[in-house]
């Protein structure tokens, strides 16, 4: 049973330009949810996807965008790329139902330089 | 306020000690609780979801208060494997039925020999 599966798993970047990094939620899910984590800090939500619709966003900035497709997997979309947006980009997935347990993928470490 | 408090320690122990970390939480809405692991840059993994009657698994305990909103976590006999980051998760109902993690900012414990 594959679980979280994030890719790339690293990524160069220059400022101004506009990445996509990619999700497959574990399977039987079918909500996945976007982390930012900076190093030092706990993960900030950015936002959560459940029947391809954007159903909860956190304070990020329109810059960020996603999408989900019908086999629940998931996209992440930064444009315009600062370089405070340097972090690991974590990808979650859960099932719908409030309470669920969720679980990461590895993990997508962007440097934007 | 933050959603979740957690004292972000550090904790610097010798193997064989038995550690706890707590965590409050201001939701009193919220559903479920976890404990997640997380190592140096890597993804959260999920350590044990936490229940009203308290649960253990192995050296692990975890107990979670409703009514003061306090959750916590007990390592006994800790391994040097143990040194990681322990972050406290709730899954909480917001502008959706869907829930959403919320985390507290990690406690570092580091195991010494």
């Known amino acids: 049973d594959a679980g979280v599966t994030q890719s790339p798993t690293h990524l160069i970047k220059t400022r101004g330009q506009q990445v996509t990094l990619r999700c497959s939620p574990k399977s039987g899910h079918d909500t996945v949810s976007w982390y930012q984590q900076a190093l030092g800090q706990e993960p900030q939500f950015i936002f959560q996807y459940y029947e391809e619709e954007e159903r909860q966003r956190g304070n990020f900035p329109d810059r960020f965008s996603g999408h989900q497709f019908p086999n629940y997997s998931s996209e992440l979309n930064v444009n315009a790329l600062l370089l405070g947006d340097s972090a690991l980009y974590l990808c979650?997935?859960?099932?719908?139902?409030?309470?669920?347990?969720?679980?990461f993928g590895q993990g997508t470490r962007l440097t934007v330089v | 306020r933050k959603e979740v408090e957690q004292d972000p320690g550090p904790f610097n122990v010798p193997e064989g000690a038995t550690v706890a970390f707590n965590c409050t939480y201001s939701?009193?809405?919220?559903?479920?609780f976890f404990w997640y692991r997380q190592d140096c840059r890597k993804e959260p993994k999920l350590l044990m979801s936490v229940y009203s009657s308290g649960n253990e698994d192995g050296r692990f305990t975890a107990q979670l208060n409703r009514a003061s909103q306090y959750i916590s976590l007990l390592i006994r006999d800790s391994k040097l494997s143990d040194s990681a980051t322990y972050l406290c998760v709730v899954n909480a109902p917001r502008s959706s039925t869907l829930g959403r993690l919320y985390f507290g900012r990690g406690t570092q414990l580091t195991v010494w020999p």
């Open positions: 979650a997935s859960s099932l719908a139902g409030g309470g669920a347990e969720a679980f």
């Open positions: 939701n009193s809405a919220s559903q479920s």
